[in-house]
């Protein structure tokens, strides 16, 4: 075995500034890992894990080891290593974001279609939210359950209120019925399948690694900034195209390809979300910092009577 000389943890690209994180995710966003067999992936965590071992097999390159890391940082999660589900990755957000969001759109003008639609959204956020979840804080089965009950129903109270509402409102604001559940949906199904970070508090490190106790306040800070970036994802998608699809439906051509509009709403928002699902995920560093002077008074204390006024800052992993 070759030693290693890279520091295959440290960001390819700089995690203090907005383009530097943009790149990052572009990079494990990239749906094409999606398709690779665990095979491969597991591939992918030896050699990562041998890089940090300090050894690599001979002849490996550094684009290799970058590219083992891509598919790595990809399919397992952050805080346990384990593989995360398929459809719950962030690699999977355009494929499975394109197709339940293209109906979405396409399919708000009835209640059952409104219902359905909104109960495939939230089934999938759900096991997004709980994939992509600080896997320090265990949730058990009944919080689960309760968590996407209480967010399903949130999204169907609204989509099916705002279209009774909107029947009488201009074409283009019913059209923006799908949009409003779904934010409102994602300030629900978030806390809620991640209440145990709130209710103990989530890890919080200092700059080296060092534990140093567990954060409420980390917890929502981190938990805050998912669901504006969560919302940030779909609003362009389902804000822009609406009014495109609106004007475009005006064309006698489009009057006589009906069938296609569906179709054609998916591959639209894929377009979108190609950009939009790393850009959301760019607007806040994943290694989140918050100031000490910030924390709850007791853990504060702990950590000035450990370290005095050394420890300026924690950090801690929001999630996505």
Same mark, same amino acid.
């Given at each position: 075995?070759?030693?290693?000389? =890279?520091?295959?943890?440290?960001?390819?690209?700089?995690?203090?500034?907005?383009?530097?994180?943009?790149?990052?995710?572009?990079?494990?966003?990239?749906?094409?890992?999606?398709?690779?067999?665990?095979?491969?992936?597991? $591939?992918?965590?030896?050699?990562?894990?041998?890089?940090?071992?300090?050894?690599?097999?001979?002849?490996?390159? $550094?684009?290799?080891?970058?590219?083992?890391?891509?598919?790595?940082?990809?399919?397992?999660?952050?805080?346990?290593?384990?593989?995360?589900?398929?459809?719950?990755?962030?690699?999977?957000?355009?494929?499975?974001?394109?197709?339940?969001?293209?109906?979405? =759109?396409?399919?708000?003008?009835?209640?059952?279609?409104?219902?359905?639609?909104?109960?495939?959204?939230?089934?999938?956020?759900?096991?997004?939210?709980?994939?992509?979840?600080?896997?320090?804080?265990?949730?058990?089965?009944?919080?689960?359950?309760?968590?996407?009950?209480?967010?399903?129903?949130?999204?169907?109270?609204?989509?099916?209120?705002?279209?009774?509402?909107t029947k009488r409102a201009p074409p283009l604001v019913a059209r923006w019925v799908?949009?409003?559940?779904?934010?409102?949906?994602?300030?629900?199904?978030?806390?809620?399948?991640r209440q145990q970070e709130i209710l103990n508090g989530i890890v919080v490190t200092?700059?080296?690694?060092?534990?140093?106790?567990?954060?409420?306040?980390?917890?929502?800070?981190?938990?805050?900034?998912?669901?504006?970036?969560?919302?940030?994802?779909?609003?362009?998608?389902?804000?822009?195209?609406?009014?495109?699809?609106?004007?475009?439906?005006?064309?006698?051509?489009?009057?006589k390809i009906k069938f296609l509009h569906g179709p054609l709403q998916v591959m639209?928002?894929?377009?979108?979300?190609?950009?939009?699902?790393?850009?959301?995920?760019?607007?806040?560093?994943?290694?989140?910092?918050?100031?000490?002077?910030?924390?709850?008074?007791?853990?504060?204390?702990?950590?000035?009577?450990?370290?005095?006024?050394?420890?300026?800052?924690?950090?801690?992993?929001?999630?996505?």
């Amino acid at each position: 075995m070759a030693q290693s000389v =890279l520091d295959i943890d440290v960001p390819r690209w700089d995690q203090a500034t907005f383009m530097g994180r943009l790149r990052h995710f572009f990079n494990i966003t990239d749906c094409r890992t999606a398709l690779l067999p665990d095979s491969r992936l597991d $591939e992918a965590k030896a050699l990562v894990e041998g890089c940090r071992a300090g050894s690599v097999p001979p002849g490996t390159t $550094e684009e290799q080891l970058y590219y083992a890391k891509k598919l790595y940082d990809s399919a397992f999660h952050p805080d346990t290593g384990d593989r995360m589900n398929l459809i719950g990755r962030m690699s999977f957000q355009v494929p499975g974001g394109m197709a339940i969001t293209g109906f979405m =759109l396409q399919f708000y003008r009835t209640v059952p279609a409104v219902v359905f639609w909104q109960w495939v959204n939230q089934s999938f956020n759900a096991l997004v939210n709980y994939t992509n979840r600080n896997a320090a804080s265990p949730i058990t089965l009944k919080q689960i359950g309760i968590a996407y009950a209480t967010a399903t129903s949130t999204a169907l109270a609204t989509a099916v209120g705002l279209n009774l509402y909107t029947k009488r409102a201009p074409p283009l604001v019913a059209r923006w019925v799908p949009f409003v559940a779904v934010a409102a949906a994602n300030c629900v199904n978030i806390p809620m399948m991640r209440q145990q970070e709130i209710l103990n508090g989530i890890v919080v490190t200092d700059e080296n690694g060092n534990k140093l106790g567990h954060s409420r306040k980390a917890a929502v800070t981190g938990i805050t900034q998912v669901i504006i970036s969560r919302i940030t994802m779909a609003a362009p998608g389902m804000i822009i195209l609406p009014i495109i699809m609106q004007r475009l439906e005006r064309y006698r051509f489009m009057q006589k390809i009906k069938f296609l509009h569906g179709p054609l709403q998916v591959m639209m928002v894929g377009v979108f979300l190609v950009f939009m699902v790393p850009a959301a995920c760019s607007l806040f560093p994943q290694q989140c910092s918050l100031a000490t002077s910030k924390l709850e008074p007791e853990l504060r204390e702990s950590i000035t009577s450990q370290y005095g006024d050394k420890v300026k800052y924690v950090y801690f992993n929001k999630g996505l």
